[in-house]
T-cell receptor, first 115, second 112 residues
């Protein structure tokens, strides 16, 4: 398997623009997670899905952030409008639901820079 | 509220030495404690994990020690190598939940 695939790997945009990050989880995995990593705040869970349904979005910072999972093989994280403080590395991860304690497999991340 | 506190923030060890990273948690409902390793430019990857029914788990040079009464767990890297230089994250999750809460990370540098 190719592992978790994220695109783009790097994104540079200007404040106010819409940004869409994409993720393809590992085939057969039914849980998908979006994380944000910064030096100041570390690794934060933004939202996670189970069987394509959002289970916990308490980490989504504000209404400018939205995430969708239209099917088992694709998810998007959208920021509209983007702000400089959104600059971070965004990771997608997937796992097989085991009722807790499953290994999460992370993608390579998308480095977002908002000017 | 930081549910998992990790220390130190950075650590420098000589080749062959022992690296020790500590984590403390607050929520007694946590029952799964993994450690993830992250190299620059890569996503984190699971290194080793433990459940509270055992006090220690060893995989090669990596050992987790778990103290349930103190609500603490630690990662020990024996015979540290330059290739171990990375950022290490402890994490925890509650029973039945897939959601992991991560510590802030420890940047380990192993000098040759």
């Amino acid at each position: 398997d190719a592992g978790v695939i994220q695109s783009p790997r790097h994104e540079v945009t200007e404040m106010g623009q819409e940004v869409t990050l994409r993720c393809k989880p590992i085939s057969g995995h039914n849980s998908l997670f979006w994380y944000r990593q910064t030096m100041m705040r570390g690794l934060e869970l933004l939202i996670y899905f189970n069987n394509n349904v959002p289970i916990d979005d308490s980490g989504m910072p504000e209404d400018r952030f939205s995430a969708k999972m239209p099917n088992a093989s694709f998810s998007t994280l959208k920021i509209q409008p983007s702000e400089p403080r959104d600059s971070a590395v965004y990771f997608c991860a997937s796992s097989q639901t085991r009722g807790g304690g499953g290994e999460q497999f992370f993608g390579p991340g998308t480095r977002l820079t908002v000017l | 509220q930081q549910q998992v506190k990790q220390s130190p923030q950075s650590l420098i060890v000589q080749k062959g030495g022992i690296s020790i990273i500590n984590c403390a948690y607050e929520n007694t409902a946590f029952d799964y404690f993994p450690w993830y390793q992250q190299f620059p430019g890569k996503g984190p990857a699971l290194l080793i994990a433990i459940r509270p029914d055992v006090s220690e788990k060893k995989e090669g040079r990596f050992t987790i020690s778990f103290n349930k009464s103190a609500k603490q767990f630690s990662l020990h890297i024996m015979d540290s190598q330059p290739g171990d230089s990375a950022t290490y994250f402890c994490a925890a999750s509650k029973g039945g939940s897939e959601k992991l809460v991560f510590g802030k990370g420890t940047k380990l540098t192993v000098n040759p």
